[in-house]
């Protein structure tokens, strides 16, 4: 083809300057989509982007000027990420991704809408984040060629913009992998953490998911908490053992307590400062017995009741049993002069057992009558009142600041009346305070984020642990229901 003017001959060369001048000319007149928020950071862009083609891939240029890549997305640059965001009606954040954050097609593929929400973008406009997360969803569908070649997965990508606990991965008693044939990203309003290494594939509709074992094939509805009803019996019954064997052990120590002209109390900073209060300890019971009364309300009405009942006793059965080894390991002077404790014999084993079931079924109190001496590494009333705040604080909802505030009130004034009436030296309520919190954090922080279902050494040394909560799939939710059929108004106010 040739372009000849009137007046001078046709040339070749001529008219192929012609076409390249007009076609460099249409390009310089911008689309008037573009002339809006971001134009002029997409020319920021172009002057930064010091963008240069991957050695061994197959590049050409438009007659804009515009780097184009045979291998796609991947290969983009940022002035090409730019012209994206401009074509899908995100130019407002072109100069917060491109010009500061240097996104090129390869980050553009790993984005999440995790990476909008969080640091160092921060994106705020809620419409905006949902948007271009749907439309960067759609531009991985259209390259998952390339998210395989780059060893980034769709499903992970996709649990990754997910808020944290709603991916589709789960584990059974067995360690078999439960993989999510359909989503809907919560269940009961229980969170669900995907661990390390694990892949689920999910979809949108209702949350099942599929376990494999042994070739069998049966369906679990994710999230699902399952009461399990015998495993609480179990606890319960491990804990009633345990307390008949603390009742044995301080049946033993009480015939072992040192004599208190020999070994006088031990010298104790606020036992020494502090004047003992008579009437103090029977208080540190009351305080128990107002918090028992509140955990036993909580257990009422929680619709997850089971789980709470095994928990706490599967706790303090652990903490009590620590405590039967620390009692008869180290018996320390009585801690006040006017404790009348002496070593105790008994004629025959059948006085021991009588003793040990009097204490065991008083619960050790003093309100019912039970006087012990030599159990003071470390407080059981220490022990039980803690345990119980923590029970309370933990399943109720964080807006119940009152009971909250009273559960720790009853703490506190509780650990003072135990060392105000001089019952337990301060090491015991100490060390009592520090061994039943830690032990409540470790088993939540345990079974919330699942994280022994990796460890292969979390499950010998927490047998009973991986027993009790195998089928529990991350955080409990604190919802609740009245169990009862009537009366009809409170199944109306609670549920």
């Known amino acids: 083809m040739s372009v000849c003017f009137a007046g001078q001959p046709c040339s070749s060369s001529s008219s192929s300057l012609l076409l390249l001048f007009l076609a460099v000319a249409s390009c310089l007149v911008l689309p008037s989509r573009q002339r809006h928020v971001g134009h002029e950071a997409l020319m920021r862009v172009g002057s930064k982007a010091d963008w240069s083609p991957p050695s061994g891939r197959a590049v050409t240029l438009d007659f804009c000027g515009m780097a184009q890549s045979d291998d796609g997305v991947s290969a983009w640059g940022c002035k090409r990420v730019a012209q994206w965001l401009q074509e899908e009606g995100f130019g407002a954040y072109v100069e917060l991704l491109c010009a500061q954050h ?13 990476d909008l929400r969080g640091p160092p973008l921060g994106l705020t406009v809620l419409g905006d984040i949902k948007r271009l997360t749907i439309a960067l969803r759609r531009l991985q569908r259209q390259n998952q060629a390339q998210l395989g070649e780059l060893g980034i997965q769709p499903v992970d990508i996709l649990a990754a913009g997910l808020p944290p606990g709603a991916s589709g991965a789960d584990w059974s008693c067995d360690g078999a992998e439960r993989r999510h044939t359909t989503g809907d990203y919560a269940a009961n309003g229980t969170e669900l953490r995907l661990r390390n290494g694990t892949r689920s594939v999910c979809s949108l509709g209702k949350v099942l998911c599929q376990t494999h074992t042994n070739g069998g094939c049966s369906q679990h509805m994710a999230g699902r908490l399952d009461p399990e009803v015998w495993k609480t019996v179990i606890s319960s019954i491990y804990v009633c053992l345990v307390f008949g064997f603390t009742s044995v052990v301080m049946v033993i120590v009480h015939e072992r307590v040192p004599d208190m002209r020999t070994y006088p109390p031990l010298p104790d900073i606020f036992l020494d400062s502090v004047p003992r209060i008579p009437w103090a ?215």
């Open 102 to 114: 240097r996104l090129d097609g390869l980050s553009l593929l790993a984005l999440t809408e995790a």
């Open 281 to 495: 300890f029977a208080m540190a019971e009351a305080c128990g017995l107002i918090l028992c009364y509140m955990f036993l309300l909580i257990l009422l009405l929680h619709k997850h009741r089971s789980i709470l009942l095994r928990r706490l006793c599967s706790l303090m059965g652990t903490v009590f049993l620590l405590r039967c080894c620390t009692m008869f390991v180290t018996s320390l002077s009585v801690p006040g002069q006017h404790l009348k404790c002496a070593s105790k014999t008994y004629g025959d084993a059948w006085g021991k057992v009588q003793r040990a079931v009097a204490i065991w079924s008083g619960f050790g109190m003093t309100l019912t009558g039970v006087q012990t001496c030599g159990d003071y590494m470390f407080s059981g009333h220490t022990v039980v009142i803690t345990m119980l705040n923590f029970f309370v604080t933990e399943y109720t909802p964080q807006s119940w600041n009152l009971i909250h505030t009273i559960s720790w009130v009853l703490n506190l004034f509780g650990i003072f009346f135990i060392l105000a009436a001089h019952e337990h030296y301060s090491i015991d309520v100490f060390i009592a305070f520090y061994i039943t919190t830690r032990l409540f954090l470790y088993y939540h922080t345990l079974a919330n984020t699942r994280a022994y279902q990796q460890s292969r050494r979390a499950r010998i040394w927490f047998p009973m642990f991986f027993f009790f909560e195998c089928n529990v799939n991350g955080p409990v939710p604190n919802q609740y229901h009245w169990p009862f059929s009537k009366p009809a108004f409170m199944k109306t106010l609670i549920g």
